[in-house]
């Protein structure tokens, strides 16, 4: 079947052209943003780290340092951009970025073919439908349930959107630039697998999709906390247990070698926890409790739901919207997009580039949501790093020594504000109704 751009191909159909410009420029303003700042003390961070796995080795870095709660393949990256860089800090900054900026790049390579495989006659917004001939690839899942026949420009769950607005607003997407190209952190890259996971659950290759979530895994711990939206999303007779056993095929090997080798170093994994700071549900319960928004002592409610309270509460809030998503038979972006939503909505912590996570995921969701997060949380972001700006630095750095300032915290009210709304308005969608994936599955159906 040949899309209606005239080409059977994602990376020839109309507008292709035009999106590889848009990526390019995006690329451009990242790289070039990342070559003449720092970023923030995450990157002085890091720094250290690869310092001390260097002098010390990877085992006893762990030990040594209690802020020190990252997966190894981050740890590593940071320690090889210390060998590259030797005395230069930039240049550590600049390579630390790169694996955030060749993330987005590979980010909006995916919402290109998402975006393509909507247009080309299935329903838009990742509906879970399969064509406009209502015929299924003869490789699909033999217990999956027949597709339904669809105009390839019916309304879906998201709505018509041509791929290269897609690209465009992620390339061009503020809060993703000051990310990638300034903070000094890995976010972007557990988000990209995150949406690739979702994705190759909506091409019904669940071993796969679980693998890659495990994956994202070993980036940061955060992605964890999808693996119930991920099953949720996976409606097909036995594929819950196949993406069950892609997860913990890459999982439970990987944690083996962990517990041999380094001990130490998966219980202080466990330890991982967000930074106690004015947002969402903690701002709410410290103007409950002070009445204004300054850098007080917490109060004995505002302490309870970050050390204890907010995570149980967190967790039940994921398992609730999941299954809400599974019995509205939402599609598999969709739910990726109230997971990551429910997260930071509900979550007893938070550091700016956690906003990278819902806004890449709403992209592939609701491309007009995406659009109003990414500008939002982009200038919310952008306002916090200019407050925290050091005038003692020759390059441009960001050093975060304590809450956010009241005014900053307002406008994160506003943006935590604008997800919630988001999140309640894709609980609320049409639901689906089958896959927008003709492709044939890989060997993840025949486990």
């Not at 900026?101 to 990742?126: F, H, N």
């Not at 990638?180 to 972007?188: A, F, L, R, V, W």
């Not at 056993?245 to 090997?253: D, W």
Request: proline share 6%; with cysteine.
């Amino acid at each position: 079947m040949r899309s209606p751009a005239g080409s059977s191909h994602p990376g020839t159909g109309r507008g292709w052209g035009a999106a590889v410009v848009i990526v390019g420029v995006g690329l451009a303003i990242r790289l070039g943003l990342a070559a003449v700042t720092l970023g923030t003390n995450d990157v002085t961070t890091w720094r250290r780290f690869g310092f001390e796995v260097l002098h010390y080795g990877l085992a006893a870095a762990y030990q040594i340092d209690p802020e020190l709660v990252h997966p190894p393949a981050p740890t590593l990256w940071a320690t090889g951009a210390v060998l590259l860089s030797g005395t230069s800090e930039r240049a550590f900054a600049f390579l630390m970025k790169l694996p955030a900026i060749s993330a987005d790049v590979v980010a909006c390579w995916l919402l290109w073919r998402i975006g393509w495989r909507r247009r080309s006659g299935s329903a838009p917004g990742g509906s879970m439908m399969t064509g406009e001939q209502g015929t299924s690839s003869a490789a699909d899942d033999r217990s999956a349930p027949a597709p339904a026949k669809i105009p390839p420009r019916a309304s879906g769950s998201g709505g018509f959107c041509p791929p290269v607005v897609l690209v465009a607003l992620w390339a061009l997407n503020p809060l993703a630039i000051l990310v990638s190209g300034y903070h000094g952190n890995t976010d972007n890259v557990y988000a990209l697998l995150v949406l690739l996971a979702f994705d190759l659950l909506d091409r019904r290759r669940f071993l796969a999709a679980g693998a890659v979530l495990a994956a994202a895994i070993n980036v940061k711990l955060i992605p964890v906390l999808l693996l119930p939206g991920l099953l949720a999303a996976a409606r097909w007779p036995g594929s819950a247990r196949r993406v069950l056993a892609g997860f913990f095929l890459l999982l439970v090997p990987m944690s083996a070698v962990a517990l041999v080798l380094y001990p130490f170093w998966v219980l202080r994994l466990l330890e991982y926890g967000s930074n106690r700071e004015d947002w969402g549900v903690l701002l709410l319960i410290k103007l409950l409790e002070h009445g204004h928004a300054a850098d007080v002592a917490p109060g004995a409610a505002e302490l309870w739901y970050f050390r204890n309270g907010g995570k149980w509460i967190m967790l039940m809030a994921l398992l609730a919207s999941a299954g809400v998503c599974r019995v509205r038979r939402l599609d598999a972006f969709t739910t990726a997009a109230v997971a990551a939503g429910v997260f930071l909505v509900i979550a007893p912590g938070f550091s700016l580039q956690y906003l990278v996570l819902p806004a890449l995921l709403l992209v592939a969701a609701s491309p007009r949501w995406g659009a109003y997060f990414g500008i939002m949380a982009g200038c919310f972001a952008g306002g916090v790093y200019y407050v925290f700006l050091s005038e003692n630095s020759r390059w441009a750095y960001s050093r975060f020594w304590g809450l956010f300032p009241p005014v900053a915290a307002c406008c994160g009210l506003i943006v935590w504000a604008m997800l919630l709304v988001a999140v309640t308005r894709l609980l609320l969608r049409k639901p689906a109704s089958g896959s927008i994936a003709p492709e044939a599955p890989d060997a993840s159906h025949v486990v």
